[in-house]
Structures are given as structure tokens and as C-alpha cells.
């Protein structure tokens, strides 16, 4: 009898073993098939972005990677056919958000009005939070046409400019967190280049 509860436990590991190297050795082939396509799309997202927050521009884009706070951050400095700086899309992000990290581009002009925001990365709560995104809601549009060194980056609650999406404070202030680092890296690179 207790040869044969050895024998059924035995038989019991190794088909708990072949189950879980078939799921795995699954589950590797699925992500190995996922992986360039997800980062293709990833990429063509970036690209929409950049293209949507420097809106009408048409010359070269000049990519840097500047260290801002110990992290990298990329910024793409959009260069007019004569060699003048037609504005910046800076690829920023947040780990104040609610949902850990979020992603964004901001476009600014030459000046450092912002252009334009968009998302790139988010997981915000549905319904909420993830009002952050334009199809969502047009909490992202009293970003545009602003000028940073006169319109505070904080929602109001925080005595700054931006009327926060009701329910979603903490997804608001991460927003207007990372437009800041994205403003605060615009200044750094256009004074280290452009002045």
C-alpha cells in the first residue's frame, strides 16, 4: 500500500512537471511571436505622438537623450529647412500616477509654449483616471498653447492652473508632473544648445 501512494506521487510530480515546462516553454514561444510586433506598435505610437504634437512641422528631427534626475529622457528637436528650431517633442512620463508610471509626449514650440500633449503609456483606473487620454475626455487640452513660465503645472487643489478630472486628482497631478519634467528638460536643452 505505501508502494503505491510512493508510485502515485511520484507519477503526480513528473506530470505536474511536463504540465508546467509545456506551459512555460508556451508561454516563452507566445511572447518571442508578441515581442516585435508590441514593439513595432509601440514605436508607431511614438510616432503619432511626436507627429501630433508638433503639429504643421515639416524639416528634420534631431533626437538627444538627456539625463534628467537620473533617469533618460528623449528629446526630439524638430529643425526647420533652414536650420532654425522650430520646437521640441519631449518623451516624459510619471510614477506619480495611480496606476505606478505613466508615458507622455509634449510638444512645445520654439519658445517653450506647449504645442500639444499626448499619451503614450498608461494604465490609469477606467472611467477615471484613464480620462488622462484625449478620446477620453479634454482634460489634456488646457495644456495647449501654454507658456510654462506663466501657467502653473499644478491642478487647482494645489494652487496651480489646471482644472483636475473630478475623481481623478492623483491622475491629474501625475499629468501635470510629467509635462513639467518634460518643460524643465525643454529649458535644459534649449539653453545648452540654442543660446
Same mark, same amino acid.
Given at each position: 500500500?505505501?508502494?503505491?501512494?510512493?508510485?502515485?506521487?511520484?507519477?503526480?510530480?513528473? @506530470?505536474?512537471? %511536463? /504540465?508546467?515546462?509545456?506551459?512555460? *516553454?508556451?508561454?516563452? #514561444? +507566445?511572447?518571442?511571436?508578441? $515581442?516585435?510586433?508590441?514593439?513595432?506598435?509601440?514605436?508607431?505610437?511614438?510616432?503619432?505622438?511626436?507627429?501630433?504634437?508638433?503639429?504643421?512641422?515639416?524639416?528634420?528631427?534631431?533626437?538627444?537623450?538627456?539625463?534628467?534626475?537620473?533617469?533618460?529622457?528623449? @528629446?526630439?528637436? %524638430? /529643425?526647420?529647412?533652414?536650420?532654425? *528650431?522650430?520646437?521640441? #517633442? +519631449?518623451?516624459?512620463?510619471? $510614477?506619480?500616477?495611480?496606476?505606478?508610471?505613466?508615458?507622455?509626449?509634449?510638444?512645445?514650440?520654439?519658445?517653450?509654449?506647449?504645442?500639444?500633449?499626448?499619451?503614450?503609456?498608461?494604465?490609469?483606473?477606467?472611467?477615471?483616471?484613464?480620462?488622462?487620454?484625449?478620446?477620453?475626455?479634454?482634460?489634456?487640452?488646457?495644456?495647449?498653447?501654454?507658456?510654462?513660465?506663466?501657467?502653473?503645472?499644478?491642478?487647482?487643489?494645489?494652487?496651480?492652473?489646471?482644472?483636475?478630472?473630478?475623481?481623478?486628482?492623483?491622475?491629474?497631478?501625475?499629468?501635470?508632473?510629467?509635462?513639467?519634467?518634460?518643460?524643465?528638460?525643454?529649458?535644459?536643452?534649449?539653453?545648452?544648445?540654442?543660446?
Amino acid at each position: 500500500m505505501a508502494q503505491k501512494k510512493e508510485s502515485s506521487l511520484i507519477k503526480l510530480v513528473v @506530470v505536474l512537471t %511536463a /504540465i508546467a515546462l509545456v506551459a512555460g *516553454l508556451a508561454l516563452t #514561444g +507566445v511572447y518571442a511571436l508578441a $515581442k516585435g510586433p508590441i514593439e513595432l506598435s509601440q514605436a508607431q505610437k511614438k510616432e503619432k505622438a511626436l507627429n501630433d504634437v508638433l503639429p504643421g512641422f515639416e524639416g528634420n528631427i534631431s533626437d538627444t537623450v538627456i539625463n534628467y534626475e537620473g533617469e533618460d529622457i528623449l @528629446v526630439h528637436r %524638430a /529643425i526647420n529647412k533652414d536650420g532654425t *528650431l522650430f520646437g521640441m #517633442g +519631449v518623451e516624459t512620463f510619471t $510614477k506619480k500616477a495611480f496606476a505606478g508610471r505613466f508615458d507622455l509626449m509634449v510638444g512645445f514650440d520654439d519658445e517653450g509654449v506647449i504645442l500639444n500633449t499626448e499619451v503614450i503609456k498608461a494604465g490609469e483606473t477606467p472611467g477615471l483616471g484613464d480620462k488622462i487620454n484625449k478620446s477620453k475626455s479634454d482634460f489634456a487640452k488646457q495644456f495647449n498653447n501654454q507658456d510654462p513660465a506663466q501657467y502653473k503645472l499644478q491642478v487647482t487643489k494645489d494652487g496651480g492652473d489646471v482644472d483636475a478630472i473630478t475623481a481623478a486628482t492623483i491622475s491629474s497631478r501625475a499629468y501635470c508632473d510629467a509635462v513639467q519634467r518634460a518643460y524643465n528638460v525643454f529649458k535644459t536643452v534649449k539653453e545648452a544648445c540654442y543660446e
